[in-house]
T-cell receptor
Framework: DVKVTQSSRYLVKRTGEKVFLECVQD?????MFWYRQDPGLGLRLIYF???????EKGDIPEGYSVSREKKERFSLILESASTNQTSMYLC????????????FGNGTRLTVT | GENVEQHPSTLSVQEGDSAVIKCTYS??????FPWYKQELGKRPQLIID?????GEKKDQRIAVTLNKTAKHFSLHITETQPEDSAVYFC??????????????FGKGTHLIIQP
């Protein structure tokens, strides 16, 4: 069974801090994704990566960057955290880019104060 | 831009009745349509998916129908049970340029099963 692990379940950071959210998958998937989930807005794609060192912007990339140095690891970076980035962040991986199921991690609830 | 619309946002049904959730999409090139269930405090999990080469797929009490001409697809849950209470998300792969840009999700439907 695919396992996607996010390093933190809950995180509290201060405005202006640099924040790293880490995600690791164990199924040798090429594709990894970062989504943000907010009530009433569903899941919105921030960034995705289809190979090591490759990245593509999703629908809401502003204020975020990503890093994929190894196939199994995909990091989301908030360069300077702001209160409007308080949200649930979900990492996912999949075998195919957009025609196979996404396997999600448990999510990281980030609060920026 | 390209998007996925999902209705209703909240659905309350009596236990044992059927529930139907509908989604529309804008990209005629979309060819993969999964449905995810998210229980409170848990991760979204795939419950069923359909590809554009079929019009209907069924798995026990759950079925999905797809109308490519009208660009809409629906989730049907029969004989609903308390454990069906959750938020359900539809999704579609949307294309721009030469390749798929990943899955785009609807805003979700909170399904409430009344005892």
């Amino acid at each position: 069974d695919v396992k996607v692990t996010q390093s933190s379940r809950y995180l509290v950071k201060r405005t202006g801090e640099k924040v790293f959210l880490e995600c690791v998958q164990d199924m040798d998937h090429e594709n990894m994704f970062w989504y943000r989930q907010d009530p009433g807005l569903g899941l919105r794609l921030i960034y995705f990566s289809y190979d090591v060192k490759m990245k593509e912007k999703g629908d809401i990339p502003e204020g975020y960057s990503v890093s994929r140095e190894k196939k199994e690891r995909f990091s989301l970076i908030l360069e300077s955290a702001s209160t409007n980035q308080t949200s649930m962040y979900l990492c996912a991986s999949s075998q195919d880019r957009a025609s196979s199921p996404l396997h999600f991690g448990n999510g990281t609830r980030l609060t920026v104060t | 831009g390209e998007n996925v619309e999902q209705h209703p946002s909240t659905l309350s049904v009596q236990e044992g009745d059927s529930a139907v959730i509908k989604c529309t999409y804008s990209d005629s090139a979309s060819n993969y349509f999964p449905w995810y269930k998210q229980e409170l405090g848990k991760r979204p999990q795939l419950i069923i998916d359909i590809r554009s080469n079929v019009g209907e797929k069924k798995d026990q009490r759950i079925a999905v129908t797809l109308n490519k001409t009208a660009k809409h697809f629906s989730l049907h849950i029969t004989e609903t049970q308390p454990e069906d209470s959750a938020v359900y998300f539809c999704a579609a792969n949307l294309f721009s340029g030469g390749g798929a840009d990943g899955l785009t999700f609807g805003k979700g439907t909170h399904l409430i099963i009344q005892p």
